[in-house]
């Protein structure tokens, strides 16, 4: 599994990004996409998870009613739209992808991870 992550970029503090994650095959195996974030000095944190298969969603409680994850499963395609954008929202995204093992929360439950595309939010 190959992961494609893209959308990154320099907004201003309460704009809006949108970011994508491609799948390089299907998800008929898989359970789960999701968004983990690091930013410089900071561990790695769960941003935002969505079942494939009824589409059911995680947030962490820093981004709930700012971000949106959805997936179009016809292209193995993750979004996360994220709006209300804020300076701590500033770090390095990676979208990963899990099976049917482990919590949605913990980046441990993730064995397929993309390369990270960096965001930038300026106040």
């Known amino acids: 599994v190959q992961l494609q992550a893209s959308g990154g970029g320099l907004v201003q503090a309460g704009g809006s990004l949108r970011l994508s994650c491609a799948a390089s095959s299907g998800t008929f195996s898989m359970d789960a996409m999701a968004w983990f974030r690091q930013a410089p000095g900071k561990e790695r944190e769960f941003v935002a998870a969505i079942t494939w298969s009824g589409g059911t969603t995680y947030y962490a409680d820093s981004v709930k009613g700012r971000f949106t994850i959805s997936r179009d499963n016809a292209k193995n395609t993750v979004y996360l739209q994220m709006n209300s954008l804020k300076p701590e929202d500033a770090a390095v995204y990676y979208c990963?992808?899990?099976?049917?093992?482990?919590?949605?929360?913990?980046?441990?439950?993730?064995?397929?991870w993309g390369q990270g595309t960096q965001v930038t939010v300026s106040s």
């Open positions: 990963a992808e899990k099976n049917y093992i482990g919590g949605y929360y913990s980046g441990d439950s993730y064995p397929y």
